[in-house]
């Protein structure tokens, strides 16, 4: 036959040097595994960029249930794929690559920012909390590590957009080698997708379907003509202040020295949660028996927070500036102008001002903006106790290095001082000691012994309600060592400790305190109809925290 023909005659035994093995089913091994490897990579590519599009952006939607919807933008997307020509399709592809990769990016920071500060990444002001995540982790773990999470961030970021690029243009190829059954298929799931949108929440067994991720991109994206007319609107609130050109405003507090202590994460919660009222209201009664004792007195009230869980700068300049300071441009706006604080106005009738900030670790341009004399940190505190974690520099050392640098010192300049402490700020691991006052000295007497490292949410809980405990035991003990009749003390919380801790719909309301021991000073806010000691009634006047500049001011001005 092949003589015939003129074509070999096929070989019935298999040559031993030929490298490519004959499969069973006639294709090459190689083909096989080449095609196994193709319709995986498809699989992969679906089912990353269908949990893409379903991945909610709050923790308790985090549910099987959740994956379980068909996401509208996967018809549409599937249906105009199949519709361009090869060229514009691989560009839309690739575009809604990354966009859906830019998308899932902003919906994994969602989640962290729901699940720290009880609410969304804001895309226009929210960046520099990364620089703040930075440095809490290279306090808290080491540079090495802060360096490595930094890394770890980067390349988790351009591998999401990059596999998500990958992934769209992948299954769009599939999309145009499967045709015609790609067309069948993509109006068959267009036509399931009505239906179970018009009666998936009626008839049980039919999925649910979704367009949260198309939702959520116009709201991220509708925001920014709203930061933009917010902008607008800060500007004309910074341009108006009645305190602006007045001198010598606070003489109702004349040659007294007024500490401002900001407590970290003291928060309504502490004082109404049941989790932790019984044991903290216990602490600020006992604190308010002693300040009794010591001839101190105390009234107390309420402020609402700019901001929760974090972001302690953001409430700082709202109290101190008399302006709702709830972003990251509102600040910088407001560092930038010459808005009269609180410090500037006790800087202008001759206090003098520093700040005790044991957070910061190097040159904080916006301390000259408060109008600081001097100000204290990490560095210049002369702590030489212990360090087990980040910021963790006892508050009793702090009050004490203020009182022995700067209010102890003969002299007629009274000084005007705002604390910051730290012991009550996350992750609540680290206890100090409380020692006795005198024999603080350089901090060793405060150590509290190794971090106590737990997971378990119920101890992280008790462990905060300690440090709150710690905190508020510190602050009395000082006023009933310190306090004379040439003293004046105010605390408040900063913020209210985040969700984990006060759960998702916390009040952000935090409490405040003053304690003088001369009656005048208090005589002078008996109308803000603030509770006796310490501890806030459940009915105390509630105010957002940018009244407490003018009003503060306005009692102290004559």
Not at 81 to 95: D, E, K, Y
Not at 132 to 157: P, Q, R, T, W
Not at 222 to 236: G, N, T, Y
Request: hydrophobic share 40%; charged share 20%; glycine share 8%.
């Amino acid at each position: 036959m092949a003589l015939l023909t003129g074509k070999p005659e096929p070989s019935t035994t298999t040559d031993s040097s030929d490298p490519t093995p004959i499969a069973p089913s006639g294709k090459p091994r190689k083909s096989r595994i080449r095609t196994a490897l193709r319709w995986t990579f498809t699989a992969l590519a679906l089912v990353l960029v269908y949990a893409a599009l379903l991945l909610p952006n709050r923790e308790y939607l985090l549910t099987p249930k959740a994956f379980v919807r068909i996401p509208v933008e996967a018809v549409v997307g599937a249906a105009v794929l199949l519709v361009l020509p090869g060229r514009l399709r691989r560009i839309v592809a690739t575009v809604a690559g990354v966009a859906l990769g830019v998308l899932t990016v902003i919906k994994v920071l969602d989640l962290g920012f729901f699940a720290v500060l009880s609410r969304p990444f804001n895309v226009i002001f929210d960046w520099s909390f990364l620089g703040n995540a930075y440095d809490f982790v290279e306090g808290s773990y080491g540079k090495a590590a802060a360096i490595g999470a930094m890394v770890a961030a980067l390349v988790l970021l351009v591998g999401v957009l990059a596999l998500m690029v990958l992934a769209v243009r992948r299954l769009s190829q599939t999309l145009v080698d499967a045709q015609p059954h790609a067309t069948k298929a993509v109006a068959a799931l267009t036509v399931i997708w009505f239906v179970c949108a018009a009666f998936g929440n009626t008839v049980p067994g039919l999925p649910q379907t979704s367009y949260t991720t198309s939702l959520f991109g116009y709201n991220m994206f509708r925001k920014v003509p709203h930061a933009l007319a917010d902008h607008k609107q800060f500007q004309k609130e910074l341009a108006v202040d009645r305190f602006k050109n007045q001198n010598q405003l606070l003489a109702g507090l004349k040659g007294k020295d007024v500490v401002f202590t900001f407590i970290e994460s003291y928060g309504r919660s502490a004082v109404e949660d049941p989790k932790y009222a019984s044991q903290v209201d216990a602490v600020l009664d006992e604190g308010s028996a002693k300040l009794k004792t010591a001839g101190l007195t105390a009234r107390s009230g309420w402020l609402t927070s700019p901001t929760i869980g974090g972001g302690s700068w953001l409430a700082h300049s709202t109290f101190y500036s008399g302006l709702w300071i709830n972003n990251e441009a509102r600040y910088r706006s407001l560092t930038k102008s010459d808005r009269l604080t609180l410090t500037r106005a006790f800087k202008q009738s001759d206090w003098r001002s520093v700040g005790v900030m044991p957070g910061l670790t190097g040159y904080w341009p916006e301390g000259e903006f408060f109008g600081y004399d001097k100000i204290y940190d990490s560095r210049n505190l002369g702590f030489q106790g212990p360090k087990p974690q980040w910021s963790a520099i006892p508050d009793q050392y702090l009050l004490s290095k203020l009182q022995r640098a700067e209010l102890s010192k003969a002299g007629d300049t009274p000084v005007v001082a705002e604390i910051e402490t730290t012991s009550s700020h996350a992750p609540w691991s680290y206890l100090p000691k409380l020692a006795d006052w005198d024999e603080v000295g350089n901090g060793q007497a405060t150590y509290g012994g190794r971090p106590r490292s737990t997971k378990n949410p119920d101890q992280v809980r008790t462990q905060y309600r300690q440090t709150i405990e710690y905190s508020l035991r510190t602050l009395t003990g000082y006023a009933e060592k310190y306090l004379g009749d040439d003293q004046v003390l105010v605390f408040l919380g900063d913020h209210q400790p985040v969700p984990l801790i006060v759960g998702q719909n916390a009040s952000w309301d935090v409490p405040i305190t003053i304690v003088a021991k001369d009656p005048k000073v208090l005589d002078r806010i008996e109308s803000w109809g603030w509770t006796n000691g310490i501890k806030p009634a459940t009915d105390a006047p509630v105010w957002k925290m940018d009244a407490f500049r003018d009003k503060f001011l306005t009692a102290f001005n004559q």
